[in-house]
């Protein structure tokens, strides 16, 4: 229950917005039962939390919800179900920057690279209109270090012009060329386990070089 422990801590703060008592009780029993599951309905529990405080009108809370569901359904190896908590995020929150991350990352891992390049455009969209090309660039780049696909590659080339790195674009053009990156994550499973902890971090930028 680690990451429990690590998104709760002592936040017991009582619901807000336009909860009322019933839903308030309803928003807290199902994050005390997501503190006491087993691996597997955590994050579950976490999205039922997320849409009791979206009928509230609660959309900050939710979203708050819904983005710890994510990461426990990440942490239990439940990629589908995570990326289908991203999809409703962006619907609610379409600039939400993180969660474009996470999701790109989600496509990324299972090989839909149409999905991951809507998602890696949707991802530099949401940073520049956010102002946080900085944190953007390092994540993009990283997504281009593991993977070979050419298309991706050359659509983060481009994604990362765009974001004012014309350096680490030059690099992903060489990486284009020789077939990916010296450290690209060659086989199907490497690069799925890779990605789904990244998507899981997604808040924290790796560092460039």
């Not at 994510?70 to 939400?96: C, F, M, N, S």
């Not at 014309?166 to 020789?178: D, H, S, Y």
Request: glycine residues 10%.
């Amino acid at each position: 229950m680690s990451l429990l422990h690590r998104l709760f801590g002592s936040k017991r703060s009582s619901p807000q917005g336009g909860m009322t008592r019933t839903l308030g009780k309803q928003v807290r029993d199902l994050e005390a039962q997501a503190e006491g599951a087993p691996p597997g309905t955590r994050g579950t529990l976490l999205n039922r939390a997320g849409d009791v405080c979206m009928r509230a009108g609660d959309h900050e809370r939710a979203l708050e919800y819904f983005r710890e569901s994510i990461d426990l359904l990440l942490e239990d190896e439940q990629p589908e179900p995570a990326r289908g908590v991203a999809k409703k995020i962006i619907r609610v929150h379409p600039k939400t920057v993180r969660t474009h991350c996470t999701l790109a990352w989600l496509n990324l891992a299972t090989g839909q690279t149409a999905g991951a390049l809507a998602s890696l455009r949707d991802y530099v969209d949401a940073a520049e209109g956010q102002n946080a090309t900085d944190r953007a660039g390092p994540h993009i780049l990283e997504m281009a270090r593991v993977t070979t696909d050419n298309a991706f590659l050359q659509e983060v080339g481009a994604a990362l012009k765009t974001l004012g790195f014309p350096r680490e674009a030059e690099t992903v053009g060489e990486w284009l060329e020789a077939g990916g990156s010296p450290e690209s994550q060659g086989k199907p499973g490497r690069l799925r386990r890779y990605c789904f902890k990244a998507a899981v971090a997604s808040t924290v930028p790796p560092q460039m070089g």
